[in-house]
Nanobody, 124 residues
Framework: VQLQASGGGLVQAGGSLRLSCSAP????????VAWFRQTPGMDRTFVAA????????SYADSVKGRFAYSRDTAKGTVNLQMNYLKPEDTAVYCC??????????????????WGQGTQVTVSS
């Protein structure tokens, strides 16, 4: 399973970026695709994912109201629209996939497949 995140870059605080995760054939149920992020020296943290059984989306508290998760099944992509970016959003963002419906979306161990990340840098 190949996953590839793209769309990162350098942006000023308050700006926007749209990340895309190429996950051909992995955007339909029961596959679960999530976004995580990681800063140097820190553990990866959950950002967003969709509950495939219910269709609702979960977000980390730190990004609620600013980030929006979406999927394009036809293109085989999962996207993350990031608005009102803050310097603390600076991280490498990566997508992860699981071939099953999972209950604990925020748990790294629930995902068997990980893609290379894309760097997001937010300047103050």
């Amino acid at each position: 399973v190949q996953l590839q995140a793209s769309g990162g870059g350098l942006v000023q605080a308050g700006g926007s970026l749209r990340l895309s995760c190429s996950a051909p054939g992995r955007t339909r149920s029961p596959w679960t695709v999530a976004w995580f992020r990681q800063t140097p020296g820190m553990d990866r943290t959950f950002v967003a994912a969709m509950h495939r059984s219910a269709g609702r989306i979960s977000y980390a508290d730190s990004v609620k109201g600013r980030f929006a998760y979406s999927r394009d099944t036809a293109k085989g992509t999962v996207n993350l629209q990031m608005n009102y970016l803050k310097p603390e959003d600076t991280a490498v963002y990566c997508c992860a996939a699981s071939p099953s419906v999972i209950s604990s979306l925020a748990s790294e161990t629930a995902y068997a497949y990980w893609g290379q990340g894309t760097q997001v840098t937010v300047s103050s």
